[in-house]
C-alpha cells in the first residue's frame, strides 16, 4: 500500500497542480459551461465563490430530493416504492454533503435510476466541489495583493472531468476484472438461505464502487457496503479500494506544494498526515488482533463483525483508511470491534479526518491546524504568527477558530439532546458504554461527513433522519464559510519577507509541532465524551 501510494504520489499531485493552474478549458468543458451560464474565465473573490459553493449545492439537494420523491414513477425502479420525505431529506443531504451515510438498505430501497442518474453523480460533484475549495484555500497562500481565489464553476468541472472521471473509468474496469459486478439487472433470486428464497438485484455497482472510493463518499449500492463480494470480492480488490480511498487526498499535498511554490511545505503536510496514519493503523492492528480470552484464541483476534476473506489485518487497515478520510465506506462492522477499536475509528473522525482526510477537505482542515500550530508557536515566543509568508493576525485567527470549534459543537450537542430524550435513545440496541458510542459514533459520523456506522443503532427515525440530516449539511457547509474567508483574506496580504526568526514551516519540527497541536485540541474537545464511550467499555474488557 504505502509503495502503491508513493509510486502515485508526484504524477498525481503534479498533474492535479496543472489543472487548477491551467489557463485552457476543453471543449466538453465550454459545452458545460454554456449549459449551465457559466462564465469560467472570471476570477472571483471569496464571497462570489461561496456564493458559487452554496447554490450549486442547494440545487444539488433539490434535485436529489424530488428524484427519490418520485422513484416509483420512474423507468427502472425495479418495482421500489418512493423514499418517504425525511429519509429523501436525509439521503440528498448526505451525498450533497460528501458524507454518504445511509438510513436504508440501498437493495431494497433505490432502483437503478436513483442509483447512478443521483447518487453516483453527486460522488463525482460533491468531491470536486471540496477539491475546489481546498484549491480556493491554496491559492490564498499562494496569492497576495488581490482578493480574487479563481472560479468555482471552472474548478468544479475540471476537478470531475480531468481528475475524477479518468481515474474512475480506469478503477471500475480494474474492480470488474476482480470480480465486482457491473449490469442493470433486476432482481432475481439465487439460492435457498434460511428455508427462504434469497433474492437480489444487479447494477452498476463497479462504476459507483470506484467513485465512493476515489472521491471519498462512502455510500454504498447495498446495506453491507464493502463488506458485500459484489463490491469487493477478494483481497486484491479490497487493497485497490484502500489505495482509491488515500490516493488523492495524500497526492494533494505534492499539488499544495506546487501551487504555493514549495515543494517541502509540501513534504510537511504530508508528513503530518502519514505520521498519524501509521501511528491508527499501528494502534488499530494491536488493539484487534491482540488475545483476550479463548474465542480470540481459537479465531486468532477479534474476528467478530470481520469478514474471513479480508481477516483482521485487511480488516483494520479499510477501517482506518475510511474513517481518517471522510468516506466512510466499511468492509467490516466497526461496533463488532474491540472497545478500544471503536474509539480508535471514532478518534479519527474527530481529528476532523485529516489525516490525509477527505478529498480536499482533509488538505483544507490540515491547512488550518497548521494556521493554528504557527499561531502557538508565535505566543510562546512572543513574535506575530507567519505561515507561508502571510501574517497570522486577528482576523485569521478568528476565522480558524470558528472551522474548528463548529463540528465539536454539533456532535456533542446533538449527542446531547439524544441522550436526554427518550425516543432517540430507544433507538440503541444496547446499553450502557456501548449504547452511548452508538449514538456519539452516529452524530461523529454525520458532523465529520464521513458517514459510516456504528450498526446496532436504528437511524432510520424521522428524529435521526433529521438532525443527522442538518448536522451534515451544517457540518459540511458551514466550516467552508470559515475556509473561503481566511483565504480571501491571505489572498489580500503583502507578503511578508522571511528572516532570521521566522518559524521554518518546512521542517520535521513544525511536523511534531502540527501533530502534537491535532491531538491536543481534539484531546481537550472529546475526551470526557470519550471516555463514557468506547474507554469505558474498552478499560472494563
Known amino acids: 500500500m504505502i509503495v502503491a501510494l508513493g509510486l502515485s504520489y508526484r504524477p ?30 472570471t476570477e472571483m473573490r471569496w464571497p462570489a465563490y461561496l456564493r458559487g459553493v452554496l447554490a450549486f449545492s442547494a440545487v444539488s439537494v433539490l434535485f436529489l430530493y424530488l428524484l427519490q420523491r418520485v422513484q416509483g414513477s420512474l423507468p427502472g425502479s425495479l418495482g421500489f416504492v418512493s423514499i418517504d420525505p ?29 442509483q447512478t442518474g443521483g447518487l453516483a453523480v453527486q460522488n463525482f460533484v460533491s468531491a470536486a466541489v471540496g477539491m475546489a475549495v481546498a484549491v480556493a484555500l491554496v491559492r490564498g497562500f499562494a496569492r497576495s495583493r488581490t482578493g480574487e481565489l479563481g472560479n468555482f464553476w471552472s474548478d468544479l468541472v475540471r476537478g470531475t472531468v480531468r481528475i475524477l472521471l479518468p481515474i474512475s473509468v480506469i478503477g471500475a474496469l480494474v474492480l470488474v476484472a476482480c470480480g465486482a459486478i ?17 433474492q437480489w438485484n444487479g447494477g452498476a455497482v463497479a462504476s459507483q464502487e470506484v467513485i465512493k472510493e476515489l472521491g471519498t463518499n462512502g455510500g454504498g449500492y447495498f446495506n453491507a457496503n464493502s463488506a458485500h463480494p459484489f463490491e469487493n470480492p477478494n483481497p486484491l480488490s479490497n487493497l485497490f479500494e484502500i489505495y482509491l480511498i488515500l490516493v488523492i487526498p495524500f497526492a494533494l499535498t505534492r499539488t499544495f506544494g506546487r501551487m504555493v511554490g514549495s515543494i517541502k511545505q509540501g513534504y510537511a503536510i504530508l508528513g503530518t498526515m502519514a505520521t498519524i496514519w501509521v501511528v491508527f493503523t499501528g494502534l488499530m492492528m494491536w488493539t484487534e488482533f491482540a488475545h483476550n480470552g479463548p474465542a480470540f484464541d481459537l479465531a486468532g483476534g477479534a474476528m467478530e463483525g470481520k469478514e474471513t476473506r479480508f481477516g483482521i489485518g485487511g480488516s483494520s487497515l479499510f477501517a482506518v483508511a475510511t474513517t481518517l478520510t471522510s468516506t466512510g465506506a466499511v468492509n467490516s462492522f466497526h461496533s463488532s470491534y474491540t472497545g478500544f477499536g471503536g474509539g480508535i475509528t471514532m478518534l479519527g473522525m474527530q481529528l476532523g479526518e485529516i489525516a490525509p482526510g477527505g478529498v480536499g477537505s482533509g488538505l483544507y482542515g490540515m491547512l488550518i491546524m497548521a494556521v493554528i500550530a504557527v499561531f502557538i ?72 461527513n464521513n458517514g459510516s456506522a456504528f450498526a446496532g443503532l436504528n437511524a432510520d427515525t424521522q428524529w435521526f433522519n433529521s438532525t443527522i440530516g442538518i448536522a451534515m449539511l451544517l457540518g459540511r ?65
Not at 451515510?101 to 437493495?107: I, T
Not at 511578508?496 to 521542517?507: C, D, S
Not at 511534531?512 to 468506547?534: D, E, H, K, Q, R
Request: proline fraction near 5%; include cysteine; aromatic fraction near 12%.
Open 182 to 198: 457491473q449490469n442493470f439487472a433486476g432482481i432475481h433470486e439465487v439460492g435457498q438461505f434460511m428455508g427462504g428464497a434469497q
Open 12 to 41: 498525481l499531485g503534479d498533474y492535479m497542480a496543472k489543472v487548477y493552474s491551467s489557463e485552457k478549458h476543453y471543449k466538453p468543458e465550454k459545452w458545460i459551461y454554456k449549459a449551465i451560464g457559466a462564465n469560467a474565465n
Open 86 to 114: 425525511d429519509q429523501a431529506f436525509n439521503t440528498a443531504a448526505s451525498f450533497v454533503a460528501n458524507t454518504n451515510w445511509q438510513s436504508y438498505y440501498g437493495e431494497q430501497a433505490m432502483g437503478h435510476v436513483v
Open 377 to 448: 508557536a508565535g505566543l510562546m515566543v512572543g513574535r506575530t504568527p507567519e505561515y507561508l509568508g502571510k501574517k497570522i493576525g486577528t482576523r485569521e485567527i478568528k476565522f480558524a477558530a470558528c472551522y474548528i470549534l463548529i463540528t465539536p459543537a454539533l456532535v456533542l450537542c446533538f449527542t446531547a439532546v439524544a441522550m436526554a430524550l427518550d425516543t432517540p435513545s430507544n433507538s440503541m440496541t444496547n446499553s450502557g458504554a456501548h449504547g452511548f458510542s452508538e449514538i456519539l459514533y452516529a452524530y461523529t459520523s454525520g458532523a465529520n
Open 477 to 541: 457547509f458551514l466550516p467552508m464559510v470559515f475556509v473561503l474567508a481566511l483565504a480571501g483574506s491571505l489572498a489580500e496580504q503583502t507578503p511578508v519577507p522571511e528572516t532570521a526568526g521566522t518559524l521554518r514551516t518546512e521542517k520535521p519540527l513544525f511536523t511534531g509541532l502540527l501533530v502534537g497541536t491535532i491531538m491536543i485540541i481534539t484531546g481537550l474537545t472529546y475526551f470526557p465524551a470519550l471516555a463514557l464511550g468506547p474507554l469505558a467499555e474498552g478499560l472494563a474488557a
